[in-house]
């Protein structure tokens, strides 16, 4: 497969190098570029840190109390699910990683949910041997940044099955068919964990086996726990809810996921609480995640920045505008997912001075017409696939960086309604954002706020 991230190169040299401000030329009715800024008054540096330090930093230590008691939990239910399974005939799951805003310290909305992936796998001699979209093999548009999982087995023909060639005893699962000839009994689980009668692994399948399996090993351990654990959302197999007896909650999502061969990508069933990904095209298609490399990323690059960068508060303070504006006018097109994403294009193109604390100001007006750019063309692109640039020490599968850029907003193209909307509540909240951020804003006596601003000049 050829080197195919040309034309995503030079839109990243464009930016690095300021040309992205410009107007590409109007589209639809789509406003031009820069012009939802004008009349926007944006609040000064005195202000946007008034408003961090009084709405925003006292989370942290909340979010350090909350994973330090989900992980606990987690890994106690983990090692209970392991000892309900059957060893030789079930999936083998391994210990829970936590991803996302909770781990990236910068969620900022409540209620604080941690978000778990667990890997799993098949039992021997059963592998799983899986293809993406950008394996060699074409894919359609609508299954790009998707791929497939067949179950195999290691030593045996990927096209072939060995339930027909090898008596199985009683106990052992095929994986792979359904066993119509086998009366099962009726309290057991439907653990055949393909689509329909193929080979792939089908993510409803295991959204079933998953929470069977995590009932049977919370029977196991509540006795020990004085506390209810309930699943919060039907449609979601791992989205769990902590219920204390004082009648406070704690929500948290453990979702099963699949490694992709030896890397830190995997394929994920289903993103709880996001309209990331549109429908599946079926459920034998996962899609991708690459949250693991995002949160090392973040780590990586924050060790070159300034102290206090202020990298982060940006993406605070843009999560919270969004959704306090999403609050007041309705759902948007845009997920917090998407607005990491404009920060990581931001933290490969600009310096690490770029992002000392007293830029605050400057960065996030960055963020913010970066953000209205992508809006203004429908393209936002996915930060690791197709970016030639990631850094080698995160060992990032080569596979990925040659693919085809993938286009985020996508969905915008095929969707105008929803486009729309997204656009109407972008230009919304920047004519709120002054208003939305005062309301949290300790006040700040004029003079004061002046002698702030001049000294951070």
């Given amino acids: 497969m050829g080197y195919v ?7 990243r040299q464009d930016f690095q190098e300021g040309n992205w401000q410009d107007t590409g030329g109007e ?11 004008k009349g926007v008054a944006f609040p000064d540096k005195a202000v946007l840190a008034s408003f961090y330090e009084k709405r925003i930093l006292g989370t942290t230590g909340d979010m350090a109390r909350m994973r330090e008691m989900v992980e606990g ?5 983990l090692e209970a699910l392991r000892s309900v399974c059957n060893r030789d005939a079930d999936m083998e799951v391994e210990d829970c990683m936590g991803v996302g805003s909770m781990y990236e310290n910068w969620r900022v909305r409540k209620p604080f949910v941690c978000d778990l992936i667990v890997p799993f796998a098949p039992p021997e001699p059963y592998c799983f041997r899986s293809q993406t979209w950008c394996s060699g093999d074409s894919f359609p548009p609508d299954e790009q940044g998707y791929g497939t999982i067949k179950v195999c087995r290691a030593d045996e023909d990927v096209t072939g099955c060995i339930c027909d060639k090898t008596k199985l005893g009683e106990d052992m699962l095929c994986l792979l068919h359904s066993q119509t000839n086998t009366t099962r009994p009726s309290s057991d689980m439907e653990d055949l964990l393909c689509f329909k009668n193929t080979q792939y692994l089908d993510a409803n399948q295991v959204m079933k086996w998953f929470q069977i399996a995590v009932t049977k090993a919370w029977n196991r351990i509540s006795h020990k726990y004085e506390f209810d654990l309930s699943f919060s959302l039907l449609d979601s197999p791992g989205a769990l809810k902590i219920k204390f007896r004082s009648g406070k909650s704690i929500a948290f999502n453990l979702t099963p996921v699949v490694q992709y061969e030896n890397s830190d990508v995997y394929f994920i069933s289903h993103f709880p609480r996001s309209s990331l990904a549109a429908d599946l095209p079926s459920s034998n298609h996962w899609f991708l995640t690459f949250a693991v490399y995002e949160r090392r990323f973040i780590q990586l690059v924050s060790k070159t920045l300034p102290a206090n960068a202020c990298h982060v508060s940006c993406l605070q303070i843009l999560s919270f505008l969004h959704g306090k504006q999403c609050s007041l006018t309705g759902p948007s097109g845009l997920t917090n997912y998407h607005l990491k994403t404009v920060m990581l294009h931001l933290l490969q193109a600009r310096s690490s001075q770029d992002w000392a604390p007293e830029k605050l100001e400057a960065r996030l007006q960055d963020m913010l017409k970066f953000l209205e750019k992508c809006l203004h063309e429908k393209k936002l692109y996915h930060f690791f696939i197709g970016n030639g640039n990631i850094p080698a020490e995160l060992c990032f599968p080569i596979i990925f960086q040659r693919a085809e850029p993938l286009n985020l907003f996508r969905p915008f193209v095929l969707h105008r309604d929803v486009y729309r909307k997204t656009v109407d509540t972008f230009h919304e909240m920047l004519r709120n954002m002054s208003a939305l951020i005062n309301e949290y804003t300790v006040h700040i006596p004029l003079a004061h706020a002046n002698g702030i601003h001049k000294e951070a000049l």
Avoid at 5 to 11: G, I
Avoid at 27 to 37: H, N, P, R
């Fill in 5 to 11: 991230d040309y034309p995503f190169e030079l839109w």
């Fill in 73 to 77: 939990f987690a890994d106690d239910l």
């Fill in 27 to 37: 589209e639809d009715d789509m406003a031009v570029l820069g012009k939802a800024f």
